[in-house]
DNA sequence: TATAATATTGAATATAAATTCAATGAATTT
DNA sequence: AAATTCATTGAATTTATATTCAATATTATA
């Protein structure tokens, strides 16, 4: 790769790490191009040198969300709420020594809300969590290893704890500083079946 | 009050009712004057003799979403667990009985997204249920009322569910038709000590 | 019925933000 | 060092909506 496209990647870079950070802290709709431009320190025309729209921006950031999210799927479970036990604390390690992954999540979390372009919506629901750890508490809900109620529900209420956290870390840096994972079992035990 | 007055008051209730339908499903942002004016069968002119400007129809639902929601507050309680315990199932009561108010319960859970203006985001902080929460819990955990842990992020975890909970009975109203009120003891579980 | 007040419309205007573009500066290649 | 390509800017354009307004219809009051 030539310098030129060495520099051209790295100041595509730059602009993303600053969009992760605004997108995060003000939501897309309050986020202006033109904040993203300061925040990088160049002029608004130069951005879209770079990235083709706003829209495709937040989407390759979005894009990136999703796989940081996922990444700890990848990992053996004895039984299905061992998984979700495994899932939590490979998320909050993973999220502590990346602090960019506590911005994607925070942004993830806000896709559903207004001023969203669909086209981005439906990145996001693709690998929708939500779901797919409602199927898996119906199916464990069976054999005792999730508490009785709505799996939605659950699975809602589950990944919102989660969520709670990860903005809260995000935004209250020193809590993690010292290297120290957070403590958040009590997360398990709203979906916690007898068996369990 | 004169007919007209009378009417006037009217076709301000069909335009707040229509609007409070759309919010819900769409959100601040993604509701355009257009569609509102759309539903409440009128000129998109129309609307601005019935109220200043979309962020003064807004701010004045999410005033009556901030009543509503705060609505069984006025009660009587032994210990704080037992509060919450109580403010849940009178909320759940009073949320079936009048659907409008599960409308509202998601309303007040967008504003914090982006979009929004700030001054109808100042409204909802006034009465924001998860600083409140976070204040009782902080101080019945010394008594073993509350779990230990973060009480901010046990506050958060709760009212997020109580959410899941509204928005889905919102959406899905057949859940609700039989006039039965849904379980959902389990939301205390992420908040119960071991005194309780 | 005549007059005044209010309701309603559709078109014109305002606004804010994204996007385009022509011109300029800087770096790379020949 | 001349020519070419890429980076950068700031100003002009576009776009999508909210908002205003002059004109008209409707209803209430005298």
Chains 1, 2 share one sequence.
């Not at 431009?37 to 937040?58: I, P, T």
């Not at 109620?149 to 990944?159: C, H, I, N, R, V």
Request: proline fraction near 3%; aromatic fraction near 12%; include cysteine.
């Amino acid at each position: 790769m030539s310098i030129r496209d060495e520099q051209k990647e790295q100041r595509r870079q730059l602009i993303i790490d600053k969009a992760i950070e605004l997108f995060a802290k003000k939501g897309y709709a309050d986020t202006k191009i033109g904040d993203i431009a300061k925040a990088a320190d160049m002029s608004v025309g130069l951005m879209f040198h770079y990235f083709e729209s706003k829209e495709e921006l937040f989407a390759e950031i979005v894009r990136s969300g999703a796989t940081a999210t996922n990444t700890p799927l990848n990992m053996n479970f004895e039984n299905p709420f061992d998984y979700f036990e495994g899932f939590l604390k490979m998320l909050l390690k993973y999220a502590c020594e990346q602090p960019k992954v506590l911005y994607l999540f925070v942004i993830m979390s806000q896709i559903q809300c207004g001023g969203v372009p669909e086209s981005v919506k439906e990145i996001a629901a693709q690998t929708n969590q939500i779901d797919q750890s409602a199927e898996i508490i119906e199916a464990g809900q069976k054999y005792g290893y999730f508490r009785e109620g709505d799996p939605y529900l659950l699975a809602f209420s589950f990944w919102s704890s989660i969520q709670g956290i990860m903005t809260h870390l995000a935004f209250n840096h020193q809590l993690i500083e010292n290297g120290r994972i957070p403590e958040a079992d009590w997360i398990l035990d709203i979906i916690r079946g007898e068996k369990r």
